[in-house]
């Protein structure tokens, strides 16, 4: 059963921010040899290229590395959020060398809908990305499934989103009150069901991920 | 792109190479270039170092072995490693690593006919690396010297001198204990043990909790507290 899918536009392409030029190599090869896909690839060695590549040349999805090293993964990070404001209706496939639950969770509850782990077989990341082409719903790789032990988060609001960032910034509950002109007990109560959805335990676990995304 | 025409010279077009990386396309990655490069040369796939024997490493040239692990569990990959080494001397290793693991790699790993490669290396540096038998000296590439390790705080300069009491509050902190836990286990009040967690950060010169965690989190705070490597 093979299926050829291309989108709309011929000069669209797959962009794909991968650092390392071996795996860059491995995915160029499963692209071309592989079924379905026949769109161009475009590889983007350093994430701050990406950002021009992406607002000059039409693209159908981009496929973003997410590193260990928490220097890089501020960058990504910062990366996917643009993104996602920019290209609201793009889809963006998360390729993570990362295998922190806590920070899978915090991908997906930026509203990420693909990630696949890179410990994964070449088939099954061309069989996910194929479906990530098709369909809307959320699709994890079977590892990454695994991490998150299937109780997928509920993705983060809009307000919670806001009160993590201030708080991993180091401001307090109160400071982030004020900053947002909410009561503490409403700000007290995002951080606890953002800190829910994300599987953080405590203070110290928050600021780790804080760290980790911050790259401090 | 990645498809470099101009022909650089090969001394070893014949490579034998073992590559082991947990992560599949990198492997595959790694294989379709050095076929590019020299189709005469052949790769070995492994994804568990635990698969490398010394009959295998009669047969090659080369290995290259992606590591990716915490601190942990590359203390043991070492000793395996290391055993090895001891075996097979004409084998060149060339090892791809992560930021994390780059001081304790020099210092356990970095001996005669070893590579130290970062993850960002370029694709010229790595085929030089690969083909071209490099002869008994030992090489840390340029990218990998050049990564940052995150920005050094201005913490790191100044000589702290914590009390014994406040490196006890800060400890059972980084462990994730609440200030009302820590207060509870040594049997003292709680605004003695907040005052304690105050004037350590003011020793330090932080001024908030997040800022606390990066220094408990970084290397030289680690230290300062005798706190084992953190992993994971």
Redesign the interface.
Same mark, same amino acid.
């Given at each position: 059963m093979k299926k050829i899918i291309t989108t709309s536009n011929e000069l669209s392409q797959i962009m794909v921010i991968m650092?390392?030029?071996?795996?860059?190599?491995?995915?160029?090869?499963?692209l071309k040899t592989g079924p379905g896909i026949k769109d161009a690839i475009n590889?983007i060695?350093d994430i701050d290229d990406a950002y021009d590549e992406i607002l000059n040349k039409p693209h159908s999805m981009v496929v973003l590395n997410i590193?260990?090293?928490?220097?890089q993964l501020a960058d990504e990070i910062k990366f996917i959020k643009w993104y996602r404001k920019e290209k609201p209706n793009k889809t963006i496939v998360i390729y993570t $060398?990362n295998h /922190?639950v806590s920070i899978l969770k915090y991908l997906s509850s930026l509203g990420v809908r693909v990630i696949i782990s890179?410990?994964?077989?070449?088939s099954i990341?061309m069989e996910m990305l194929i479906k990530s082409f098709s369909s809307s719903i959320a699709l994890y790789s079977p590892m990454i499934k695994k991490i998150l032990q299937e109780q997928m988060p509920g993705e983060l609001t809009v307000c919670e989103i806001q009160v993590i960032e201030q708080?991993?910034?180091?401001?307090?509950v109160t400071q982030v009150a004020q900053h947002l002109g909410r009561d503490v007990r409403t700000v007290s109560s995002h951080k606890r069901h953002a800190m829910e959805k994300l599987g953080l $335990?405590?203070? /110290?676990?928050l600021?780790?991920l804080?760290?980790d995304l911050?790259?401090? | 792109m990645l498809v470099n025409k101009e022909r650089t010279f090969l001394r070893n077009p014949f490579c034998r190479a073992v590559v082991i990386s947990k992560r599949p396309l990198m492997r595959e990655g790694l294989q379709i270039v050095m076929k590019e490069k020299a189709a005469e040369s052949s790769q070995i796939l492994l994804a568990d170092y635990l698969d490398l024997t010394s009959d295998i490493l009669d047969k090659v040239d080369v290995v290259m072995f992606e590591l990716d692990s915490s601190q942990q569990e590359f203390i043991e990959q070492c000793d395996f490693l290391s055993h090895l080494k001891k075996e097979s001397q004409h084998v060149r290793w060339i090892f791809i690593l992560p930021l994390h693991l780059r001081n304790i790699a020099v210092e356990r790993l970095l001996t005669a006919k070893t590579s130290l490669l970062s993850l960002h290396e370029p694709l010229s540096n790595i085929i030089e690396n690969l083909f071209n038998n490099l002869g008994d000296i030992d090489i840390i590439s340029n990218s990998l010297l050049q990564e940052q390790v995150s920005q050094t705080s201005v913490n790191d300069m100044v000589k702290t001198s914590l009390t014994f009491s406040e490196c006890r509050v800060l400890r059972l902190i980084s462990k994730g204990w609440k200030l009302v836990q820590i207060a509870t286990v040594l049997e003292k009040n709680y605004k003695t043990v907040s005052a304690q967690k105050k004037s350590a950060m003011r020793r330090l010169e932080i001024k908030t909790d997040a800022e606390m965690y990066a220094w408990l989190f970084s290397e030289h705070g680690k230290r300062e507290l005798n706190i084992p490597p953190y992993n994971q």
């Open positions: 650092p390392c030029v071996l795996t860059a190599a491995g995915i160029i090869h499963q590889i060695k590193s260990n090293s928490s220097k $060398h /922190k890179q410990y994964e077989l070449p990341f708080l991993i910034l180091g401001h307090n $335990h405590c203070d /110290k676990d600021h780790v804080g760290c911050t790259g401090k | -």
